[in-house]
């Protein structure tokens, strides 16, 4: 055996020159065969992209798969129908119209109705073939006939059964003709601020009827001053649930809701300011039901009186308080008798004018309000109150016994 002593030598390789040959035509022909593939397939890679960002676990769940676990193509299916439309359809028909018509006499003419406003309603009671309509004072003020408007655009003429000025509710009473739904009542005592609103109501005429929106309890036990014969001074201080739901004019009289869909308030005023949005106001239901259901049976309100005309000392200047009223230094406030009604309980107990009141039953008075709470709120009539008044600069007493107003 011979052995070769000589080292392996390296075999020689390919030409260089040969290398690029195939290379440059491997690449030309990925190139044109992914061209190709977009120009047939063009949602190829829009496809691929879809299947990374499904959702996980889609394709095993996925019960449109066929047999050989390719998922068919499905329309996308959206339901809209919510609890919250479906509560907004069923209670809107209960949701009226209001139109105040009052009579224009020309001297020589016949006396024609003009629509002298408009406003919202809310049927509350269906009854012996009777439908009852809840609205707000001021609405109705002044008519001298009253139209409704259906949610299905139907005219009805309707009965002002009774109004009350300090509680800004009225109620109003038609055939049922129309087979008309009352809205369920609420309760508006355990409102919580935060707590979903909605307003329903005819914001600026009847052309926008039935309009909803949507928004928050923004506060609870609200007071606002009311001025009724513009003369600058509070005449009441209303307490009313605060809303930033959108409340126009037109929606007063009509209906906030709960996600229930139950009446919880009386949409009743908006501060009209320009610097001011989103603030609306509601009569909370609970004290609304009382003055309704008075409403229903005397056609009024009845409430206890004194029988004078008072203002508060408030408005005077300070120097009267000690001048002209002789007040002590330690009295802060209450109401000043301007003049006293002949025959009145406060004629019959020896009120006088200029006298100053500072508490009735030993409830201290500051302003008018304070003594319309006190009386409109806590007494009734034929009840006997004690009054303290001031009088040339001395502390008084008297008893009366208080009377229908």
């Known amino acids: 055996m011979e052995y070769n002593d000589q080292p392996n030598q390296p075999q020689p390789g390919p030409d260089k020159k040969n290398k690029g040959k195939w290379l440059i035509p491997l690449l030309l022909g990925i190139i044109i065969g992914g061209i190709l593939v977009l120009l047939i397939n063009p949602d190829f890679l829009r496809n691929e992209n879809t299947a990374q960002i499904s959702p996980a676990g889609q394709e095993e769940n996925n019960e449109n798969a066929d047999s050989n676990g390719v998922l068919e193509d499905q329309p996308m299916q959206v339901d809209v129908s919510t609890q919250l439309t479906e509560i907004i359809e069923q209670v809107t028909p209960a949701v009226v119209g209001i139109t105040n018509i009052q009579q224009n006499v020309s001297w020589g003419a016949e006396a024609d109705g003009i629509e002298a406003g408009t406003g919202s309603g809310v049927i509350y009671k269906v009854e012996d073939g009777e439908t009852y309509i809840v609205t707000n004072h ?24 009774g109004s009350d000025l300090f509680t800004d509710l009225a109620v109003l009473k038609m055939d049922n003709e129309n087979e008309d739904t009352p ?9 919580k601020v935060g707590e979903p609103a909605i307003a329903i109501g005819n914001p600026l005429g009847a052309y926008l009827s039935s309009t909803v929106t949507q928004g928050v309890i923004s506060g609870m036990e609200r007071t606002i001053p009311m001025d009724f014969n513009f003369d600058g001074q ?6 009313v649930i605060q809303t930033d739901a959108a409340i126009n004019p037109g929606n007063s009289g009509g209906a906030l809701i709960n996600l229930y869909g139950q ?15 989103g603030i609306g106001f509601a009569i909370p239901i609970d004290s609304a039901i009382p003055v309704i259901q008075e409403l229903e049976e005397n056609g009024e309100v009845v409430r206890p009186f004194l029988g004078v ?22 009295v802060e406030g209450g109401v000043y008798v301007w003049s006293v009604e002949n025959l009145s309980p406060a004629d019959e107990a020896g009120i006088q004018q200029y006298d100053v009141i500072v508490a009735l039953d030993g409830v201290p008075v500051h302003n008018t309000i304070d003594l319309r709470k006190i009386l ?3 007494k009734e009539v034929g009840e006997v109150v004690t009054i303290d008044y001031y009088r040339d600069g001395e502390l008084m007493q008297t008893e009366l016994e208080l009377e229908i107003q």
Do not use: C, F
């Open 309 to 330: 005309e008072i203002y508060s000392i408030e408005e005077l200047p300070q120097y009267e308080w000690r001048n002209t009223l002789q007040l002590p230094v330690e």
């Open 183 to 191: 809205m369920e009542i609420g309760t508006s005592e355990s409102l």
């Open 138 to 161: 001021h609405v109705i003020e002044d008519a001298d006939s009253v139209e409704v408007i259906l949610h299905d655009e139907t005219h009805m003429e309707a009965e002002i059964i």
């Open 263 to 277: 009446l919880i308030g009386i949409n009743s005023m908006k501060i009209n300011e320009e610097a001011v949005e």
């Open 234 to 239: 509070p005449d009441w201080q209303a307490e």
């Open 376 to 378: 409109y709120e806590e």
